[in-house]
């Protein structure tokens, strides 16, 4: 089945230890989205790549980076983990942006990310 | 003003009762409208979009009302399985816009 999937499923790291998530699609959709969702808020968009065309939030914090190197995959840098970075880290896919029915996104099951 | 608004809940309703849900945005350019399901721990998933005549699967019913900009979920005889975060999500489709997320509204279904 078409899917989104997500490596690792539970990340544990150190204050400060750099960590870098993965996402994978088989939907061969367009856009490829990052979210940080915390207990009981709404997912937080982070960035969305359109193919290779970077799209950085106006808040997204200079220590998160995301690297897309071809269609399917989609990474995650963090590059110092601090404590208010534990989360849930959504990776989502979508055909499209802006036409009816293609901009609808499909999430892959997250990453947990503890920071000790 | 936030632009996706809704209640959070809980709504502690009992197996068989009717809810109903309302989001309001804020802006009005938005044009595409979804309702989304969220389990607990879980990622969330596509439960429907949102038409400007209406749509209904099932037991679900969405509405959208432009003039008040606000979308509403109607779910009919809950089941306990209905128990989740409902997370309401609008979208302006113009330029490179994505979706906007509401916080979500939690549903406990009693038995």
């Known amino acids: 089945d078409a899917m989104v999937i997500q490596n690792p499923r539970y990340q544990v790291t150190q204050f400060g230890k750099p960590v870098t998530l993965s996402c994978s699609q088989t939907?061969?959709?367009?856009?490829m989205y990052w979210y940080q969702q915390k207990s009981s808020q709404a997912p937080k968009l982070l960035f969305h790549?359109?193919?290779?065309?970077?799209?950085n939030e106006a808040d997204t914090p200079d220590n998160f980076q995301s690297r897309r190197p071809n269609t399917s995959f989609c990474f995650l840098d963090i590059r110092s983990p601090g404590l208010g970075d534990a989360a849930m880290y959504l990776c989502?896919?979508?055909?499209?942006?802006?036409?009816?029915?293609?901009?609808?996104?499909?999430f892959g099951p997250g990453t947990r990310l503890t920071v000790l | 003003r936030k632009e996706v608004e809704q209640d959070p809940g809980p709504f502690n309703v009992p197996e068989g009762a009717t809810v109903a849900f309302n989001c309001t945005y804020s802006?009005?350019?938005?044009?595409?409208f979804f309702w989304y399901r969220q389990d607990c721990r879980k990622e969330p998933k596509l439960l429907m979009s949102?038409?400007?005549s209406g749509n209904e699967d099932g037991r679900f019913t969405a509405q959208l009302n432009r003039a008040s900009q606000y979308i509403s979920l109607l779910i009919r005889d809950s089941k306990l399985s209905d128990s989740a975060t409902y997370l309401c999500?609008?979208?302006?489709?113009?330029?490179?816009?994505?979706?906007?997320f509401g916080k979500g509204t939690r549903l406990s279904v009693i038995a």
């Open positions: 989502a896919t979508s055909r499209d942006l802006t036409y009816r029915n293609y901009n609808e996104q499909f």
């Open positions: 939907l061969n959709h367009n856009v």
């Open positions: 790549y359109y193919d290779k065309d970077f799209n």
């Open positions: 802006n009005s350019a938005s044009q595409s």
């Open positions: 949102v038409y400007s």
């Open positions: 999500v609008v979208t302006v489709n113009s330029g490179n816009t994505p979706l906007v």
